[in-house]
């Protein structure tokens, strides 16, 4: 059974510009969570989608947005990229049961110049 | 809103040994689960433990197990006869279970990174 995948792995942009990063789940899971991880802030929940909607957003501006598509693949997409969204970005995928175990990807490294 | 706190940045162990690593947390929820997540230097996050706040027995998984203290909000992890393997950031996460089926939303301590020395 293929893990949860992410592209692009690594990806570099300059301020202002804007990134779409993708996930693909576990073939079944239905829930797809993502995640900003730093080394000052650690890990912090951006959003979760489930079959197509928008279950729960995190504390973050409106410049993170995400999508899900009725193949339950997500997409987050960052605009007007500033200095400090540089991240590693986790997505996790799960059945969408009450106690489902998130599973992660490897994350897609975004560094911004 | 909820916190989690690992106060050990750092930790080492001897190969074979057995460690603990430290979690609190901060709620005023009753209904909640716990989990701990290892990372290891590839990065992708996978699932070592998880708790159910309304059990009282402690969570077991082979070398791993928790010592949940629900009254002191603990909620550590022990790793008995640690293994080279073990070595890897480990993060302590919080969920509500009131969030009506939501399974996403976990709150993270800043982790604990543990050496295992051969």
């Known amino acids: 059974k293929a893990g949860v995948t992410q592209t692009p792995r690594y990806l570099i942009k300059t301020r202002g510009q804007q990134v779409t990063l993708s996930c693909s789940p576990i073939?079944?899971?239905?829930?797809v969570s993502w995640y900003q991880q730093t080394p000052g802030q650690g890990l912090q929940f951006l959003f979760e989608?489930?079959?197509?909607?928008?279950?729960n957003k995190g504390n973050f501006p409106g410049r993170f947005s995400g999508r899900q598509f009725s193949n339950s693949r997500s997409e987050m997409n960052v605009s007007t990229l500033e200095l400090g969204d540089s991240a590693l970005y986790l997505c996790?995928?799960?059945?969408?049961?009450?106690?489902?175990?998130?599973?992660f990807g490897e994350g897609s490294r975004l560094t911004v110049l | 809103a909820q916190t989690v706190t690992q106060s050990q940045p750092e930790m080492s162990v001897q190969e074979a040994e057995t460690v603990t690593l430290s979690c609190t947390y901060d709620t005023s929820e009753s209904d909640y689960y716990l989990f701990w997540y290892k990372q290891p230097p590839s990065r992708q996050m996978i699932l070592v433990i998880r708790?159910?706040?309304?059990?009282?027995q402690n969570a077991t998984e082979n070398r791993f197990s928790v010592n949940f203290q629900k009254a002191a909000k603990s909620f550590s992890l022990k790793i008995s006869d640690s293994q080279l393997g073990d070595a890897a950031m480990y993060f302590c996460a919080y969920r509500s279970a009131n969030y009506g089926g939501s399974q996403g939303n976990l709150i993270f301590g800043k982790g604990t990174k543990l050496s295992v020395k051969p």
């Open positions: 996790a995928s799960s059945s969408g049961e009450l106690l489902g175990e998130l599973f």
């Open positions: 989608y489930f079959s197509e909607t928008q279950r």
């Open positions: 073939s079944g899971h239905r829930s």
């Open positions: 708790q159910e706040a309304y059990k009282q």
